[in-house]
């Protein structure tokens, strides 16, 4: 059994193991920063285990009235294909369906990761700005 729920604190190590699990390299260099960014933000929503173990997690960053941007959402690597990652984007999807904008930010499609988080986003009803006739602008990413 999966549990969905609000977290507002978190434990570095464990957090440290979720974004180690995926190769998100940039996060775990300054663990401490990304729990302070989770504390920071409007929502985050966790998956876990009947023991209690951290499988996944969600965040937004929103105003709750027009738009919810959804900063992360990760399923530790040994539990993809289980419908984890549904199940935290639709619970997201829900709690934000009065805002106008509902969005976030993945690899390109042409990356090996973009070609699976596309799919994935596209199933779940998501479609990229330029299929509504907009687009999104942002500084440089360093890092990637």
Not at 16 to 40: H, K, Q
Not at 121 to 134: A, N, S, V
Request: net charge negative; aromatic share 10%.
């Amino acid at each position: 059994m999966v549990v969905i729920a609000p977290e507002w604190s978190f434990d570095e190590a464990e957090i440290f193991a979720l974004y180690d699990s995926v190769g998100w390299g940039p996060w775990t260099r300054d663990i401490a920063r990304v729990c302070r960014s989770l504390a920071n933000s409007h929502l985050v929503i966790t998956a876990r285990d009947e023991s209690g173990r951290l499988l996944g997690l969600a965040r937004t960053v929103s105003d709750d009235e027009m738009i919810c941007y959804v900063q992360e959402l990760l399923v530790d690597k040994e539990f993809h294909g289980q419908g984890i990652g549904r199940r935290l984007l639709e619970h997201l999807k829900e709690r934000y369906a009065h805002c106008r904008y509902f969005m976030l930010t993945t690899d390109h499609e042409s990356t090996r990761e973009g070609v699976a988080n596309h799919a994935f986003y596209r199933r779940l009803g998501l479609i990229e700005h330029h299929e509504q006739k907009l687009s999104a602008f942002g500084l440089r990413v360093g890092d990637t």
